[in-house]
């Protein structure tokens, strides 16, 4: 009896403990850079990226500087991951052709710069990890000596299986028809059948490229043929924000239109102009890159990623009484949309300003001015204003994981843009 009964009390903790490790499973989120890790430019084919999406087989770069300058070594590694972000079960030769935890061996130091730092490149494929073998989502880890974390990022791989049309419409509730977008699509799969598409098809619904502000709770409406259509109005809408501010410092030493005063101390600071207060006003188009950046050095000779040197900015906005206990940041892709203390305003009472100071490599760059409220929710608009005009960029990936299948599969991949919203 003692016996059955030690054997049932061991089954009993074995499925316990498969039940925390199956079902207990955490959404896992990007590691945020540490201060001295700058310039991360995580690239497949595209120019920018907040996330990239990249087809299966085409190569995937990621750039960073630190500005410690010593050279020292750091390593990488790929996990992959379901829909949900939780880690998925693949081992890691099904989803990988070689190996990864490797050193990154491709770094150079900075050149004729104020600001030392090394320069480093991770090109995937490359001899070591010769390429990723499956569709989905994916984090990429760097790591040093230590094996602490330095920074991650998520990516996703993508095979072409479906075609993805998206639409762009203005709110039909008459409350938000000036002030918010509404993201309509279509997924046709003409060569595969996606079985039960309303529990095996999930969708990520992606603003200028922003994942952390992503819809992912839609699920098709109806179909037609081989067509999943989805026509949601509040469920799939954003705020449509407005065009960003922007900032030129490819000549540290030179005024340009935003920059109102330039400084050397250890290195070069640059002012910006004050920024005004933006919501409530009348909506003014503004050519943007939807919150990317460039490197750039107009005086450099070769190589921008080691001649271009780093500038203080210093940002000013006007005073706004409506942001009560929130936190006031600037926004935008040159940290992966990431709210720190280096984002953060302070205010002025002598000045009567919000003021923030940043590190920034020379460059273009956009940014906009968001309120984090007490309860982590983003505001968008009390600064910049919400405008349906607003040109912005959507980006849709439809997922699916077939009956008995052990990994969620990204299908697809369409984009639309505002600039063609109706009604």
């Known amino acids: 009896m003692f016996k059955k009964l030690q054997q049932t009390t061991l089954l009993l903790v074995f499925l316990t403990n498969i039940n925390l490790t199956l079902f207990g499973q955490s959404i896992v989120e990007e590691t945020p850079a540490v201060d001295y890790i700058r310039t991360i430019q995580f690239t497949g084919n595209q120019e920018f990226a907040g996330i990239p999406i990249i087809k299966l087989g085409e190569p995937l770069r990621i750039t960073f500087d630190d500005i410690h300058g010593d050279e020292a070594d750091y390593y990488y590694r790929i996990t992959h991951y379901n829909f949900d972000w939780t880690p998925s079960v693949l081992y890691k030769n099904e989803f990988m052709d070689g190996f990864d935890e490797i050193r990154i061996v491709n770094y150079e130091n900075s050149f004729n710069t104020l600001q030392m730092y090394s320069h480093y490149t991770l090109s995937i494929p490359n001899e070591d990890t010769r390429g990723l073998k499956v569709s989905g ?28 049309k998206v639409y762009t419409k203005r709110s039909r509730d008459f409350k938000y028809i000036d002030t918010r977008q509404s993201v309509q699509f279509e997924i046709n799969s003409p060569n595969q059948i996606l079985r039960n598409p309303k529990k095996t098809v999930q969708t990520l619904v992606i603003q200028n490229n922003d994942i952390k ?11 037609i043929a081989n067509k999943l259509v989805y026509k949601y109005d509040q469920e799939s809408s954003f705020w ?20 109102a005063k330039i400084e050397l101390k250890d290195i070069y600071h640059n002012y910006l102009h004050r920024n005004i207060t933006r919501a409530n006003r009348r909506y003014t188009y503004n050519p943007d890159i939807n919150g990317n950046f460039v490197i750039r050095n107009i005086n450099a000779n070769d190589n921008n990623n080691v001649e271009a040197d780093y500038v ?86 439809p997922y699916y994981r077939a009956p008995g299948a052990r990994y969620d599969r990204a299908i697809g991949k369409g984009t639309g843009n505002s600039s063609t919203i109706t009604n």
């Open 137 to 164: 989502n994916y984090i990429l880890e760097i790591y040093n000596d230590d094996d602490e974390t330095v920074f991650s990022r998520k990516f996703i791989i993508y095979e072409p299986l479906t075609t993805v």
């Open 213 to 223: 502000e992503a819809i992912t709770n839609l699920i098709p409406q109806f179909t």
């Open 312 to 397: 203080w900015m210093h940002f000013l906005l006007e005073s706004y009484e409506g942001i009560g206990d929130g936190e006031l940041h600037i926004y935008g892709n040159f940290n992966n949309y990431t709210l720190d203390d280096s984002t953060k305003l302070q205010y002025n009472k002598e000045t009567g300003f919000y003021s923030a100071t940043r590190l920034f490599k020379q460059g273009f760059y956009n940014y906009k001015y968001v309120l984090l409220r007490p309860d982590g929710t983003l505001d968008p608009g009390i600064i910049s204003g919400n405008y349906d005009e607003t040109e912005n960029e959507y980006t849709v990936i």
């Open 240 to 259: 449509g924000g407005n065009e960003y501010l922007s900032f030129d410092s490819k000549d540290i030493r030179a005024a340009y239109a935003s920059i």
